[in-house]
C-alpha cells in the first residue's frame, strides 16, 4: 500500500509517496518528478497512476513536491532549477532508504522533465531517465506563458500595463511589479516568479545536457494524432546517441494531453504508460 510521509531535504521538510512494488521486486526503483506551476496540480493525478501502475510492475516508486510546492515545505518563489534538484537527489535517498533498489531510474513530465534530466547530467548513478514532453526551451516556455499575464490585465484593467520583459527585469531586481493592488511577477494564475528560477532558466541549455548525461534515456513526445518528435527533442536524443549512450525518442498518442484540462480530465494516459513501461521491461 502507497505511503504518505515527510522527509528530510536541508533544513526543510518535503512531501512524498511511496509505492512499494506489489509482488515480487524487480529490484529497480523510479524517481517521479512533476511540472511547474498549473501543469504541476493537472499532472499530480497522472503521475500517480503512473505510479500504482508501475509498482504493479514490481518497480519500488517515489514521488514526491519541489519545496514550496504542494504539500511540502518552502516558498514556492524560492524554488529553482538548482533547488527542484537537489530536492530530487534527497528523493532519491529516501527511495533508497525504503527499497532495495539495484537500477535507478528518473522520470519527468513537461518542466519535471527538466530537473529529471539536469540532476541526470550530474549523477553517475542513474540507469534509466524518461522525458515525458520534455519542455526543451525552458525559458522560451516560461516567457511564452508570461502571454496569459498580460492578457490578465486586459480583463482587469481592460489594458496592458506592464510588459513581460518589464516583468522579468522586475522579478531579477526584486522589485514587485504593484499594479492596482495586484503584483503581476507570476504566472497568471498566481505562481510567483523568483530571480534565481528566471536567472537559471535564462542560462539553461537543455542540449547541452547530453554531453553528460549516460543514462539510457527515452524521450517521448505526447500529441494528439501521429506526428513525429520535435526537432530539438529528436537532436537531443541524436547527441546522446552519437556519445553511445542508449537512446530512443517515440512518439505517445493520447486523445487528451495529460498536462492540461481540455474540456474533460482525462486521469490517466494508457499510450504513455505502456510505451513507458515496456521501454523500462525490455
Not at 533544513?11 to 512499494?20: A, N, R, V
Not at 497522472?46 to 514521488?63: D, L
Not at 520583459?165 to 495586484?182: C, F, H, K, T
Not at 539510457?216 to 549512450?245: D, M, S
Amino acid at each position: 500500500m502507497q505511503t504518505p510521509c515527510l522527509f528530510a531535504a536541508g533544513e526543510q521538510k518535503l512531501y512524498g509517496i511511496f509505492f512499494p512494488p506489489v509482488g515480487r521486486p524487480n529490484g529497480r526503483g523510479i524517481v517521479l518528478c512533476n511540472a511547474f506551476g498549473k501543469e504541476f496540480e493537472i499532472c499530480r493525478t497522472q503521475i500517480s497512476h503512473f505510479a500504482r501502475h508501475v509498482a504493479s510492475k514490481g518497480f519500488a516508486v517515489f514521488r514526491f513536491d519541489y519545496g514550496g510546492y504542494g504539500d511540502s515545505e518552502g516558498d514556492f518563489a524560492e524554488a529553482s532549477i538548482t533547488t527542484m534538484a537537489t530536492d530530487l537527489d534527497h528523493a532519491v535517498l529516501e527511495l533508497r532508504r525504503r527499497a532495495d533498489v539495484s537500477k535507478l531510474g528518473l522520470l519527468g513530465i513537461r518542466f519535471g522533465a527538466v530537473v529529471a534530466a539536469v540532476a541526470a547530467a550530474r549523477r553517475t548513478d542513474v540507469d534509466n531517465l524518461v522525458l515525458w514532453a520534455p519542455t526543451m526551451k525552458p525559458w522560451d516556455y516560461i516567457y511564452e506563458g508570461l502571454r496569459q499575464t498580460l492578457a490578465m490585465q486586459t480583463m482587469i484593467f481592460r489594458d496592458i500595463k506592464i510588459t513581460r520583459d518589464q516583468i522579468i527585469e522586475n522579478v531579477l531586481a526584486g522589485r514587485p511589479s504593484m499594479i492596482g493592488g495586484y503584483n503581476l511577477n507570476c504566472t497568471d494564475e498566481g505562481f510567483p516568479l523568483g530571480a534565481a528560477f528566471v536567472r537559471e532558466l535564462q542560462e539553461l541549455r537543455i542540449a547541452e545536457l547530453a554531453s553528460t548525461i549516460g543514462a539510457a534515456t527515452l524521450a517521448l513526445h505526447i500529441a494528439k494524432r501521429e506526428e513525429a518528435a520535435p526537432a530539438p527533442l529528436a537532436q537531443f536524443v541524436e547527441r546522446l546517441g552519437a556519445r553511445g549512450v542508449a537512446s530512443r525518442a517515440d512518439v505517445a498518442v493520447e486523445p487528451t494531453l495529460p498536462w492540461m484540462h481540455e474540456g474533460i480530465f482525462a486521469a490517466s494516459a494508457p499510450n504513455v504508460y505502456a510505451k513507458t513501461v515496456e521501454w523500462l521491461e525490455r
